[in-house]
T-cell receptor, first 110, second 113 residues
Framework: RKEVEQDPGPFNVPEGATVAFNCTYS??????FFWYRQDCRKEPKLLMS???SGNEDGRFTAQLNRASQYISLLIRDSKLSDSATYLC???????????FGQGTELSVKP | DTAVSQTPKYLVTQMGNDKSIKCEQN?????MYWYKQDSKKFLKIMFS???????INETVPNRFSPKSPDKAHLNLHINSLELGDSAVYFC????????????FGPGTRLTVL
């Protein structure tokens, strides 16, 4: 089983749609969880950390379910500028090593 | 005022050559990393240094040798380049610890012919 699994997509949605991504992880010792965003041919950038109680940042909501070992990202009112690849990332307490998922490609159309 | 910079941005070379990629960060971070992103877009960590000390060394061929002359720099030297080394190499830095955001450089696109 892969350490991190994401649906690679692509997800093609119209502007204004709500879209959700899930990501499962296999190592129950994982301690930190993140969503990173990567635009085409650019570097990854932190979108948001994922906290146990769930957290929201504007149109973005992240959830963590430790029992089922998955995290999710919900994007409301999609904008064209949300088009990117969303990377599910987690970390052990091991020198900051990040484990990246394959990424889910999102394309928001007018 | 670039936070994490890498040079060169593009590198095209022949098999068997030796090449280096340089990375510098001006964020005052203690920890720096090298990641490799292959054609299938998977990002995988290769090395991590904390204050010039190697702390993560994944299963990477010993043709790859990182060097950290000071905590603001982490260079990657690759000997005897192979076709399979073609990828995008990202440098990153963070404050120490697993909970801190990692800031990535723009990447170096290496093509081995």
């Amino acid at each position: 089983r892969k350490e991190v699994e994401q649906d690679p997509g692509p997800f093609n949605v119209p502007e204004g749609a709500t879209v959700a991504f899930n990501c499962t992880y296999s190592n129950s010792a994982s301690q930190s969880f993140f969503w990173y965003r990567q635009d085409c041919r650019k570097e990854p950038k932190l979108l948001m950390s994922v906290y146990s109680s769930g957290n929201e940042d504007g149109r973005f909501t992240a959830q963590l379910n430790r029992a089922s070992q998955y995290i999710s990202l919900l994007i409301r009112d999609s904008k064209l500028s949300d088009s990117a690849t969303y990377l599910c990332v987690f970390s052990y307490n091991q020198g900051g090593k990040l484990i990246f998922g394959q990424g889910t490609e999102l394309s928001v159309k007018p | 005022d670039t936070a994490v910079s890498q040079t060169p941005k593009y590198l095209v070379t022949q098999m068997g050559n030796d090449k280096s990629i340089k990375c510098e960060q001006n964020l005052g971070h203690d920890t720096m990393y090298w990641y490799k992103q292959d054609s299938k877009k998977f990002l995988k960590i290769m090395f991590s240094y904390n204050n010039k000390e190697l702390i993560i060394n994944e299963t990477v061929p010993n043709r790859f040798s990182p060097k950290s002359p000071d905590k603001a720099h982490l260079n990657l030297h690759i000997n005897s380049l192979e076709l399979g080394d073609s990828a995008v190499y990202f440098c990153a830095s963070s404050r120490r610890g697993p909970y801190n955001e990692q800031f990535f450089g723009p990447g170096t696109r290496l093509t081995v012919l």
